[in-house]
């Protein structure tokens, strides 16, 4: 099992990490260009980020696609489910399989109405909050105790309009913000890999 996962990146099977060195980042959101740059995908740009950082390549996987980078001594691989918002839950359980993790390795990243532009809020697990994909996260890992980092999307949206306003493209106004944000949040993401989660808590939950 482990050759196979590892031929995907060129790796030989004596470079296995060791399983607490190991993590999962999956950025939620929604495969297709007409999604592209929309709010919902706020973590698929996170986890694109993140790739880019590391000069890491994508590939098509079975459920999403997949890279991997490396980070202070840490495997992190990074996810895209390609099963859509509300079906994300088959594609986080199925890699988390494949690399032998448990949900305390696992990091979802989505975007929240209830927090303002730009807020982060990094979370050791809890509702769905409304959230769809991590509704179906929580169902097909039956546990809803893994590491979420919410990005606040804001909610200025007249009533009846949320879902026009999540799957809309950014204001000229919030694309301006966006660079900074998106690398905060990637920031925090890789602090959870490194210093652990309450640590990066700490560090990214102020404001």
């Known amino acids: 099992m482990w050759h196979r996962i590892f031929s995907l ?8 990490p060791h399983d607490g ?6 950025g939620l959101g929604n495969m297709g260009p007409e999604y592209d740059h929309t709010r919902h995908n706020i973590g698929f740009d996170v986890v694109d980020e993140l790739a880019r950082r590391h000069e890491a390549e994508w590939a098509h996987k079975t459920l999403g696609d997949l890279a991997h980078i490396r ?16 079906r994300s839950g088959k594609a ?3 890699w ?12 979802v990243i989505v975007d929240d109405i209830n927090l303002p532009l730009g ?4 979370r050791p697990g809890g509702s769905d909050g409304g959230h769809n994909g991590l509704k179906d996260i929580n169902q097909q890992l039956g546990t809803n105790q893994y590491a979420r980092l919410r990005i606040g ?8 309009r949320q879902a026009q306003y999540v799957l809309g493209k950014w204001k000229p106004e919030e694309a301006e913000k966006l660079p900074d944000i998106i690398a905060r949040a990637a920031d925090a993401a890789l602090a959870f890999t490194t210093i652990g989660l309450q640590r990066a808590m ?3 939950n102020k404001g």
Do not use: C, W
């Not at 990146?9 to 296995?16: L, R």
């Not at 060195?21 to 999956?26: A, D, G, R, S």
């Not at 980070?71 to 509300?86: F, W």
């Not at 999307?153 to 009846?160: C, Q, S």
């Open 71 to 86: 980070h202070r001594g840490r495997h992190i691989y990074l996810l895209k489910p390609s099963t859509y918002m509300n």
């Open 153 to 160: 999307i804001g909610n200025d949206f007249p009533k009846g």
């Open 9 to 16: 990146f060129g790796k030989s099977k004596t470079q296995e």
């Open 202 to 204: 700490n560090a990214y």
């Open 119 to 122: 807020k982060l809020r990094l």
């Open 21 to 26: 060195m190991k993590y999962l980042i999956v």
């Open 92 to 94: 986080v359980r199925y």
């Open 96 to 107: 988390l399989q494949q690399l032998k993790l448990k949900p305390d390795r696992l990091l």
